[in-house]
Nanobody, 127 residues
Framework: QVQLVESGGGLVQAGGSLRLSCAAS????????MGWFRQAPGKEREFVAS????????YYTESVKGRFTISRDIAKKAMYLQMNSLKPEDTAVYHC????????????????????WGQGTQVTVSS
């Protein structure tokens, strides 16, 4: 089983940047897909980005393309989300997630397909 811990959230002004980290431990060799999701109060949990752990193939939701970058460091067992040009609508609790299978492209956005979750880190963007 993979354990995940997020960090790096905080309060920033619109247009600013934050870098989120997700530290993984346990059987990371069994992790095939990892991703970032976010949830604002009163809203559904939303897919943000995903990465294939072994091959580094990335996928982003349309609203963050060109602003956010997902990456991972296999040796450090860590995943990152670099967030630039932040907007107030990016305000949410951000969670990292993982699953020990290679999800098909059509399932990458589905939160119910991910079996391991971190506790979340708050990102607040002020106007």
């Amino acid at each position: 089983q993979v354990q995940l811990v997020e960090s790096g959230g905080g309060l920033v002004q619109a247009g600013g940047s934050l870098r989120l980290s997700c530290a993984a431990s346990g059987q990371t060799s069994s992790t095939y897909t990892m991703g970032w999701f976010r949830q604002a109060p009163g809203k559904e949990r939303e897919f943000v980005a995903s990465i294939r752990w072994t091959y580094g193939i990335t996928y982003y939701t349309e609203s963050v393309k060109g602003r956010f970058t997902i990456s991972r460091d296999i040796a450090k067992k860590a995943m990152y989300l670099q967030m630039n040009s932040l907007k107030p609508e990016d305000t949410a609790v951000y969670h990292c997630a993982a699953v020990s299978r290679a999800l098909p492209f059509s399932d990458l956005r589905a939160d119910n397909e991910y079996s391991n979750w971190g506790q979340g880190t708050q990102v607040t963007v002020s106007s």
